[in-house]
């Protein structure tokens, strides 16, 4: 398969709560994002990383943290949930900046705050 | 401030006839642009992209077109199958001499139907 997993896949938790999602690839591609889906908004960046510690922001990162402490593994931290963050979760992965190669999706993870 | 629009949220074909989907675009530095095609509850996959250098791609059933004078790219399926029944999104990007990091702009998505 694609070689990119994302858990939870579904989570439902409470306002004020911090969580944590998980991407993880066996590809070894360097770069990685993370992309929630709304309506009327298609998929908007929230945080990306272009090697191991190496992160930057998104469009919507406001009320977002992320880690890569190694190649495989990118995580996406809510620091204190709120409803406007129940959303669709993607992450994506491609092995370099160009785009010969087109992003690679994981399942999604739907989130939930209540 | 939404740099890659897809202006019809939805779109209905028959079987067998031509689908038709489109995007517009703000951003004069965008020079890479891809459609996606997602399936409930899977992510979006890569269907076919081009340069800004090229006013057209082809792969099989799926044609992209690319204005930049108009900032307009179009996606044409021919012949629509039901299996194509699905949301599609276009994205956009600049590579920006390679600092870009391959950070991608995407529309709305337009939701397609095909009809036996």
Known sequence: ?114 | DQQVKQNSPSLSVQEGRISILNCDYTNSMFDYFLWYKKYPAEGPTFLISISSIKDKNEDGRFTVFLNKSAKHLSLHIVPSQPGDSAVYFCAASSYAGGTSYGKLTFGQGTILTVHP
Request: proline share 4%.
């Open chain 1, 1 to 114: 398969d694609a070689g990119i997993t994302q858990s939870p896949r579904h989570k439902v938790t409470e306002t004020g709560t911090p969580v944590t999602l998980r991407c993880h690839q066996t590809e070894n591609h360097r770069y990685m994002y993370w992309y929630r889906q709304d309506p009327g908004h298609g998929l908007r960046l929230i945080h990306y990383s272009y090697g191991v510690k190496d992160t930057d922001k998104g469009e919507v990162s406001d009320g977002y943290s992320v880690s890569r402490s190694k190649t495989e593994d990118f995580l996406l931290t809510l620091e204190s949930a709120t409803s406007s963050q129940t959303s669709v979760y993607f992450c994506a992965i491609t092995p370099r900046g160009g785009f010969n190669y087109g992003y690679t999706f994981g399942s999604g993870t739907r989130l939930t705050v209540v």
